[in-house]
């Protein structure tokens, strides 16, 4: 069975997950597979835990784009993989890695997603959501004080330092690799329908 991959891409907080549940749901009965680039942080068990808090994981180096490729290469081909289950607590990866196996549809999601040109090519429909700064920013605050126990301060200084930069120079320049560019606003259960009923259009020629 070769799998359909489709992938989601965008700045930090612009809706990737919302959207991908959402197209999740319309294709329920095909029960998608689900990866995220986040899960393929590099673990940095070598570094000092002050080391570690040092690592700008805005910037394409911290991710494990080989070993995340050859997953979504697999998946493609119908292959499981066992996918790393990182702490971001400790940035290291726990023993025990999740087992994600093929499905019909692959969904996958990644701020950096299409920063990766070998990634980028393996997908067969790719979406950029493109959401201004200013919005992306108060989402972040909302979801980091209240999830991850982060000061506003705190949330607003790393999105100045780094999420902003490495947005601008490798995630706003990879929205030209989509296929699909989805501007803000704009209305999810619209674009989520539409993008499950072009998914269904692509199974007929995998099987």
Same mark, same amino acid.
């Given at each position: 069975m070769r799998s359909v991959l489709i992938g989601f891409s965008g700045g930090s907080c612009s809706g990737k997950s919302?959207?991908?549940?959402?197209?999740?749901?319309?294709?329920?009965d095909l029960a998608p597979a689900r990866l995220t680039f986040d899960r393929y942080y590099r673990p940095l068990d070598h570094l000092t835990l002050a080391e570690r808090d040092r690592i700008n994981f805005d910037h394409p180096d911290s991710l494990d784009d080989e070993l995340f490729v050859a997953h979504l290469q697999a998946l493609r081909d119908g292959l499981g993989v066992d996918v790393p289950?990182?702490?971001?607590?400790?940035? =290291?990866?726990?023993?025990?890695? !999740? /087992?994600?196996?093929?499905?019909?549809?692959v969904l996958v999601d990644g701020i950096l997603l299409l920063a990766d040109p070998r990634a980028a090519q393996l997908l067969d429909v790719s979406v950029f959501l493109d959401v201004d700064a200013d919005l992306r920013l108060e989402r972040r605050i909302a979801r980091d004080t209240v999830e991850r126990g982060r000061s506003e301060e705190s949330v607003r200084r790393q999105f100045a330092e =780094?999420?902003?930069?490495?947005? !601008? /120079?490798?995630?706003?320049?990879?929205?030209?690799?989509?296929d699909r560019v989805i501007r803000w606003p704009a209305d999810f259960k619209v674009e989520s329908a539409a993008l499950a009923e072009v998914i269904r259009t692509l199974l007929p020629a995998q099987a």
């Open positions: 919302t959207l991908v549940d959402a197209i999740a749901e319309h294709l329920a289950v990182y702490d971001f607590a400790t940035h =290291s990866r726990l023993a025990e890695p !999740d /087992r994600i196996e093929p499905s019909m549809v =780094s999420v902003a930069p490495m947005h !601008d /120079r490798f995630v706003q320049p990879s929205g030209e690799r989509a």
